[in-house]
């Protein structure tokens, strides 16, 4: 018997090998290769070979020869490979739940389940009545689950709506019909009110997967999936690849969120790969999102995927009032703070009748940058092309892409003046503003620095739910699924450098992020008020916010992407490239773009540098490329990789994302 297998080796891309022997599918075993042994995992069997070579035996088995990855997952991981041109290995590596190495990590079967203390964060329970709109989008999902093979569904309800109701009595159906479902979510970590409502309604049935797991813990919840013991996964994307043998239904909760696209050696969104596997397995996806993804809308439309609304809020409030303060205007009349009046004396009236705020600054630390004012120094990176930026609770400078920190003294770390000046705010600062403006009351700050600490997130997060502070300030982590309905007021602080960001996908991002952070206020009885402060009022994006407007924020959107054709309109690949040597890593770039150029039906642009150009001392350029359709581009791709790789040889690493 000989097996055929996959190592992960990136250049090796496709390539199975084969060895004389047998060891289950989907197993880990060690393999001689080379002049070394490798970790490889059996994807084929064959009595027979005719490979003319000597062929060499497998190696020991590795976890006894447990079975990782069904026959389904390992169709899946070439599938992907093909799809999104990358590295089978490396799907393999990011599918399974224990390192894909030559040893095995120790210790798997003793394993103890942390006990989930998720009760604290559940706010309410399950609703007496279901809304009508509910009730029929839950009778097209059951539909689509009797007969199977279905197209996707899109359930786009707004912010409130009740989308969570759908998804919990899809899962009940699922289950009853004997099958498995998948529950992604885009965070664990700041979703915690979801969890807690999966795990009270499911109960043991749950198996929740998440980046907190120990390898032990992973890997037993892992076989309790397989075992069918866990009917339901709780995770976030990378729980796509669940293996689920008698999958049913995949519910992908704020379908638009960017976190579910996965970025490095492989790139992938979960959105496809939910697909993929709804096709394969004859299971239902059901994506939900108040403000849905061009991808998923525009599908909608065509007819591709099935439209479900939620039109309504049940408990018959209306949406939140949204205002757009011209910042241009307060600044004028003496704008002294990070806060512009309207939303001070909202806040301020809120407070004072007992409700909570919430207040969206996307940005952490005290200052962006720290100017001396003597000699014009600013503290950089050492290791990132990027200004340091300064911690004021800490006195730190740090650097926010690798963690470098150095003391902050006040005074210039170059001439030693003592003007040093902290220019652009950061939620630190906003914390100190309002501890000055309410005096009175208690807020809670939730951003990268004070979720840190392990358990710290969902203690803060318990600790506003609780009342036991009245405004909850942070970074697009306070944006997300949180549902306190004491809360009335929202404010964006800036709305404007992230409309700006360059970045074709930036508007977008920002009408659902601003949505979000919307619908968090007005969400028990008393109407919310959310205030959006920017010096562009009459940006189509907050034109259209300002009157909820999805459909309309769609329509403009769609016809300047497609004018210019981006996805979903037309075909686009990044080229990344990294290496150490800056000159090195440009040349190779530049290569590889006269080649792509060279081959007519695509468009090459660049190569520029990334921002930031270096980060951990490593360089980065990326070339893009353009063509009519995503199938031309990955047909070129795929026919030149291997010239790729051997003009970049050792000057840079590179890798494609392929939209
Ligand atoms: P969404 O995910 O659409 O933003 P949620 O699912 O969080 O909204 O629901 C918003 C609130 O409405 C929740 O507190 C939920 O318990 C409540 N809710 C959902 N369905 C109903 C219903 N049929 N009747 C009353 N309340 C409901
Ligand atoms: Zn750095």
Redesign the pocket.
């Known amino acids: 018997m000989y097996s055929q297998v996959v190592v992960n080796v990136p250049v090796l891309y496709d390539r199975v090998f084969t060895y004389q022997g047998e060891a289950p599918l989907g197993s880990l075993v060690q393999v001689p290769f080379g002049n070394s042994a490798r970790a490889a995992l059996v994807v084929g069997h064959s009595p027979t070979t005719d490979i003319p070579d000597e062929i060499k035996c497998l190696g020991k088995t590795l976890y006894a020869g447990a079975v990782w990855l069904s026959s389904e997952l390992l169709s899946l991981a070439e599938e992907l490979a093909h799809f999104y041109l990358c590295p089978r290995g490396a799907i393999i590596d990011l599918m399974l739940p224990v390192p894909f190495a030559a040893k095995e990590v120790s210790g798997l079967k003793r394993v103890k389940r942390a006990p989930v203390r998720l009760e604290e964060t559940l706010?309410?329970?399950?609703?007496?009545?279901?809304?009508p709109e509910?009730i029929e989008a839950i009778e097209q999902v059951k539909q689509a689950l009797t007969n199977g093979h279905a197209k996707p569904h899109l359930l786009y309800?707004?912010?409130?709506?009740?989308?969570?109701?759908?998804?919990l009595n899809a899962i009940s159906i699922a289950l009853s019909q004997g099958k498995q479902a998948i529950y992604l979510v885009p965070e664990i970590a700041l979703t915690p009110?979801v969890i807690a409502n999966v795990v009270h309604r499911f109960g043991e049935q749950v198996g929740v997967l998440h980046s907190g797991l120990s390898s032990g813990e992973r890997a037993r919840a892992w076989q309790k999936v397989l075992s069918g013991e866990s009917q339901v996964v709780v995770g976030a994307r990378s729980a796509v690849f669940a293996p689920t043998a008698r999958l049913g239904l995949i519910i992908m909760?704020e379908e638009h969120e960017q976190s579910y696209r996965h970025e490095g050696g492989v790139n992938y969104h979960t959105r496809v790969v939910a697909q993929l596997r709804a096709r394969q397995q004859g299971g239902v996806l059901l994506m939900?999102s108040?403000t849905p993804s061009l991808e998923a809308y525009s599908s909608a439309e065509r007819g591709g995927t099935k439209l479900l609304q939620?039109t309504a809020?049940?408990?018959g409030t209306n949406l939140p009032e949204v205002n757009i303060v011209d910042m241009r205007e307060e600044l004028r009349q003496g704008l002294s703070g990070l806060l512009s009046s309207p939303l001070r004396q909202a806040v301020a009236l809120g407070l004072q009748a007992g409700e909570q705020a919430l207040l969206l600054f996307n940005r952490r630390g005290y200052a962006q940058m720290s100017l001396c004012r003597d000699c014009g120094h600013i503290p950089t990176c050492p290791h990132c092309d990027v200004s340091l930026r300064f911690h004021a609770g800490v006195r730190l400078l740090k650097c926010h892409y690798c963690g470098y920190s150095m003391r902050a003294l006040g005074e210039c770390p170059r001439c030693r003046g003592q003007q040093v000046h902290n220019r652009g705010a950061g939620t630190e600062k906003l914390a100190e503003e309002l501890r000055a403006l309410f005096p009175d009351f208690l807020f809670t700050r939730l951003d990268a620095d004070t979720a840190a600490r392990k358990g710290a997130h969902q203690k803060l997060l318990t600790e506003f739910g609780r009342q036991d502070s009245h405004i909850l300030l942070g970074t697009k982590m306070i944006a997300k699924?949180l549902?306190f309905?004491r809360v009335t007021v929202a404010g964006v602080v800036d709305a404007d450098s992230g409309m700006y960001y360059p970045d074709f996908r930036a508007v977008e991002e920002s009408f659902a992020l601003l949505m979000q952070v919307a619908?968090r206020s007005g969400?028990g009885t008393a109407r919310g008020r959310v205030f959006i402060q920017t010096y562009n009022p009459e940006h189509y994006c907050l034109r259209l916010l300002e009157k909820h407007d999805y459909s309309g924020f769609y329509k403009v959107e769609s016809s300047l992407r497609r004018k210019l054709s981006y996805p979903p309109f037309g075909g686009l690949a990044t080229l990344c490239f990294r290496g150490r040597d800056q000159r090195r890593v440009l040349e190779a770039a530049q290569a590889v773009g006269e080649l792509c150029a060279s081959s007519g039906a695509i468009v090459a642009l660049g190569p520029v540098a990334e921002a930031p150009a270096r980060v951990k001392d490593i360089y980065r350029y990326q070339l893009t490329l353009k063509a009519k359709n995503r199938k031309t581009l990955q047909e070129l791709l795929a026919g030149l990789r291997v010239r790729i790789t051997d003009l970049c040889s050792s000057s840079a690493r590179w890798y494609i994302i392929l939209e």
Request: proline share 9%.
């Open positions: 706010t309410r329970h399950a609703p007496a009545q279901l809304m509910q309800g707004v912010t409130g709506s009740g989308k969570t109701e759908v998804y009110q909760d939900g108040a939620l809020r049940p408990h699924g549902d309905p619908g969400r």
